[in-house]
């Protein structure tokens, strides 16, 4: 979360309530359980590590006193690592959803290229797996393992897919993207 | 199948010589006016000797055009196919028609064998035709199945044997002429997965034995048996990965490490 937090951060400085809803935004009714907290949660992590700071507090004459952060030199440095490095062969599909979001969102980085990255990175990862599958009896344990392995890999193949299709009709519309 | 028992002949890479498959500016449209279809749009390809190529992409993404041309089974509406150092888009229908026969082996989805030839008939006829022996055609044949691993099964009807093992008899007979370049076309669209497991073992095998291989699937088991991936979009060649060179420990599958 702390990454995504961050790429959020990236387009514009903000406080909580507002990542909290474009964090929402970004992962449906999957985001429903979210509170507010644990975005400050995380928010306080990143400041202790330097990551984030706060810009300015806000002292309105009635309500509750809004903190908005914004990157650090090294927040910043961080975004542009966490976009650019491969997310490995167990990633998360929300993981990886909201980094195409906020890739969109901040600029950072194109969507497509992201997704055709990790197709390369899954389908390497396909073809070893695969190859070892297929040396070893389907019926020992260790044959078994690298099934279920081959078989994860192929279902996050077919869902990038779907994400290639939906961001480039969401590009084509000439949406920057998200839901933000 | 060689003496020795491997499934094709060794043939090393043409280092930087044009591949022996090529396509330059390579375009098929249908229709015209609004109507116009773009299924290939301006691909440049160039398959070296020994590679394994998978095309993937959607349905309608123009994969089986592509093939196609390049198998001289359709013409382009604009661009060059090249097959061996020779240009064949423009060859004449009879001239095409024995190039595939000799130097070009297909694999099909639907494995499009003879219903009334037996196995081993099927593969020996493809040999025939391409002007072997009969004697010849009879023991390449004998020994391809073999290889596919229906040497019990030579004397059967297509009708008696699974979809794996008629997929089987037809890469046998894809193989039978020593072919320049095998294409194949979805070849584990119609099979479970057992079935499949077998073809992607035996796709290995034709990798192992730097057979030439181009093959269009919309299955990633498929493309993942392939030295190199290009994903095919609209027509239009996307992106193009090699699957060959990787030196990454297999545990890093496991995504345990750091």
Not at chain 1, 133 to 157: I, M, P
Not at chain 2, 69 to 80: F, H, K, V, Y
Not at chain 2, 216 to 236: E, F, Q, Y
Request: proline share 4%; hydrophobic share 40%; net charge positive.
């Amino acid at each position: 979360m702390q990454d995504v937090v961050l790429a959020l951060l990236a387009k514009e400085p903000s406080h909580g309530y507002d990542l909290r809803r474009r964090l929402v935004a970004a992962l449906g009714p999957l985001g429903e359980t979210l509170n507010v907290g644990q975005v400050y949660v995380t928010l306080t992590r990143l400041e202790k590590a330097g990551l984030v700071v706060q810009d300015r507090e806000d002292a309105p004459v009635r309500g509750p006193r809004r903190k908005v952060y914004a990157l650090t030199a090294a927040g910043q440095e961080r975004v542009t690592a966490w976009m650019g490095e491969s997310a490995g062969p167990r990633a998360d599909v929300p993981e990886f959803h909201l980094k195409l979001v906020a890739a969109a969102e901040s600029g950072l980085a194109d969507p497509l290229a992201l997704v055709d990255a990790r197709r390369r990175e899954l389908m390497r990862s396909l073809a070893e797996a695969q190859q070892a599958t297929l040396e070893h009896d389907t019926n020992s344990e260790a044959g078994l393992l690298l099934e279920g392995v081959a078989l994860r890999l192929q279902a996050d193949l077919r869902w990038l897919e779907a994400c290639e299709r939906t961001w480039a009709a969401l590009a084509s519309r000439g949406k920057g993207g998200g839901n933000g | 199948m060689t003496r020795d028992g491997r499934l094709v002949s060794g043939r090393s890479t043409a280092g930087g010589r044009p591949g022996v498959v090529r396509a330059v500016g390579l375009s098929r449209v249908y229709g015209q006016g609004k109507s116009l279809v773009r299924a290939v749009d301006g691909v440049d390809l160039d398959v070296p000797a020994g590679q394994t190529l998978a095309v993937t992409g959607p349905s309608g993404c123009g994969k089986s055009t592509l093939l196609q041309l390049l198998g001289g089974l359709d013409r382009p509406s604009s661009g060059e196919v090249w097959l061996g150092g020779r240009r064949i888009d423009h060859l004449g229908e009879r001239a095409l028609a024995r190039l595939r026969r000799r130097a070009i082996g297909f694999v099909f989805q639907s494995f499009h064998l003879m219903d009334e030839l037996s196995a081993v008939e099927n593969v020996e006829l493809a040999a025939l035709l391409a002007g072997a022996s009969p004697r010849a055609a009879r023991a390449r044949a004998t020994g391809l199945l073999a290889r596919v691993g229906l040497a019990n099964r030579a004397r059967h009807l297509p009708s008696e044997l699974s979809g794996g093992q008629r997929q089987r008899v037809a890469i046998a007979r894809a193989l039978v002429n020593e072919p320049l370049v095998v294409f194949a076309d979805e070849p584990t669209g119609n099979l479970d997965s057992t079935a499949t497991r077998d073809i992607l073992r035996l796709f290995g095998e034709l990798r192992a034995a730097r057979q030439t291989l181009v093959v269009v699937t919309h299955d990633d088991r498929v493309a993942a048996t392939a030295d190199r991936v290009v994903a095919l979009r609209d027509g239009t060649l996307l992106d193009d990965t090699r699957l060959d060179g990787g030196t990454r420990p297999l545990g890093a599958l496991l995504g345990w490490e750091g």
